[in-house]
């Protein structure tokens, strides 16, 4: 089994609210990452969990915020942000951070 | 220059044609090579992995990675029109992974 489950499927928030994206995978992988997919541009890397430890943050603004309640788990915490931060928010995971990442169908985010 | 080019497309054949998307770039220290099916909408589905260079074959898909000439290629034999779909390609160092921007693909009945 190589599923990613992702929740939401669709999401639409206001600035002032908060929100959680939430990521699963019972592969026994031990990376976790969070993408974000503007409309016809690649994903691009905002932050990477190995073994429940935060190793990548790519200066992604502090209104995102991950979180890895543990090895399975991947939370994103949304919080004030911007229209332009709509997006297909993706998850991957990866058995470790060097091998092939297997995503999710991603969370389709409106902000309004 | 960026570390994975892809030519972006669109690439359209007709049903049954074969199809070759390709990839170059610039760093040797990349050692892992992978392609994605991504359709609209959805999150990219891993097609294919490597490590070596050489041919791997899978059904209808053959990757092929020129270590080299530092240039990976797809090729999608008899193709549908279930393959129109974006591909990316993407490689990894063993650190970072590194994604092109992406081919859009239409097969046309």
């Known amino acids: 089994d190589t599923e990613v489950t992702q929740t939401p499927k669709h999401l639409v928030m206001g600035m002032t609210n908060k929100k959680s994206l939430k990521c699963e995978q019972h592969m026994g992988h031990r990376a976790m990452y969070w993408y974000k997919q503007k409309a016809k541009k690649p994903p691009e890397l905002m932050f990477v969990?190995?073994?429940?430890?935060?190793?990548i943050n790519e200066s992604v603004p502090s209104r995102f915020s991950p979180e890895c309640p543990n090895s399975s788990l991947l939370n994103l915490h949304l919080h004030a942000l911007q229209p332009e931060d709509s997006a297909l928010y993706l998850c991957?995971?990866?058995?470790?951070?060097?091998?092939?990442?297997?995503f999710g169908p991603g969370t389709r985010l409106t902000v309004t | 220059q960026k570390e994975v080019e892809q030519d972006p497309g669109p690439l359209s054949v007709p049903e049954g044609a074969i199809v070759s998307l390709n990839c170059t770039y610039s760093n040797s220290a990349f050692q892992y090579f992978m392609w994605y099916r991504q359709y609209s909408r959805k999150g990219p589905e891993l097609l294919m992995y490597?490590?070596?260079?050489g041919n791997k074959e899978d059904g209808r898909f053959t990757a092929q990675v020129d270590k080299s000439s530092k240039y990976i290629s797809l090729f999608i034999r008899d193709s549908q029109p279930s393959d129109s779909a974006t591909y990316l390609c993407?490689?990894?160092?063993?650190?970072?992974?590194?994604f092109g921007s992406g081919t859009k693909l239409n097969v046309k009945p």
């Open positions: 993407a490689m990894s160092d063993f650190n970072k992974f590194y």
């Open positions: 991957a995971s990866s058995q470790d951070l060097a091998g092939e990442q297997y």
């Open positions: 490597t490590y070596s260079s």
């Open positions: 969990y190995s073994y429940e430890k935060l190793s």
